[in-house]
C-alpha cells in the first residue's frame, strides 16, 4: 500500500512543478499562459486531493470520499491550520467553477489566486511527504526490533 502512495506524491510533485513553470510566466493579459496555467491547476488540484486521500486511509486510518471532506481530515490531523483548511475549501469551489464559467471576470480573478492554492499544495505535499517517511521508518523500525532473533 506504501507504494501506491509513494507513486502519489511523485506524480502530484510533478504536477505542481509544471504548476510552478506556468506561474513563474505569470501574465494575466497572455491568454495561452493564463488558459495553461488554469489547466496546470486543474490537474494538480485534483492530484492534490486525491494523493491526500490516499495518505489519509493508509497512514492515518481515515477513509474519505469528497474533496471538502478530506482536506477537513488534513486540518483534523494538523497537517492544514484552520485559515489553510479554510484556503483549501475555497480552492475546491473554485475548481469546481473552472468547469462551469469560462468568463473573463471570474477567469482573471481566479488567476492570482492560484499563486496562494499552489502555495497551500506544496504545503501539503511537504508535510505528506515528511510524515510518510517517518512513519515509513517507524514501520521499519518496529519490523526491525520486533523481529526474532536470528
Not at 489547466?39 to 471538502?68: H, M, N
Request: hydrophobic share 40%; aromatic share 10%.
Amino acid at each position: 500500500m506504501d507504494q501506491t502512495l509513494n507513486l502519489k506524491l511523485q506524480e502530484f510533485e510533478k504536477a505542481l512543478t509544471t504548476l510552478k513553470e506556468a506561474l513563474d510566466l505569470f501574465d494575466i493579459d497572455n491568454i495561452l499562459v493564463r488558459d495553461a496555467t488554469i489547466k496546470r491547476f486543474e490537474y494538480s488540484y485534483e492530484l492534490c486531493w486525491k494523493t491526500s486521500k490516499v495518505y489519509l486511509k493508509e497512514q492515518r486510518g481515515d477513509l474519505v470520499i469528497a474533496p471538502k471532506e478530506c482536506f477537513r481530515a488534513l486540518g483534523k490531523h494538523g497537517i492544514l491550520a484552520p485559515k489553510e483548511v479554510e484556503i483549501a475549501l475555497n480552492m475546491v469551489d473554485d475548481r469546481n467553477e473552472t468547469t462551469h464559467a469560462y468568463g473573463e471576470r471570474f477567469i482573471r480573478a481566479l488567476y492570482p489566486r492560484i499563486k496562494e492554492y499552489f502555495a497551500l499544495m506544496n504545503k501539503i505535499l511537504s508535510s505528506t511527504k515528511k510524515d510518510w517517511h517517518i512513519h515509513a521508518v517507524d514501520k521499519t523500525a518496529k519490523g526491525f526490533y520486533n523481529s526474532p532473533p536470528t
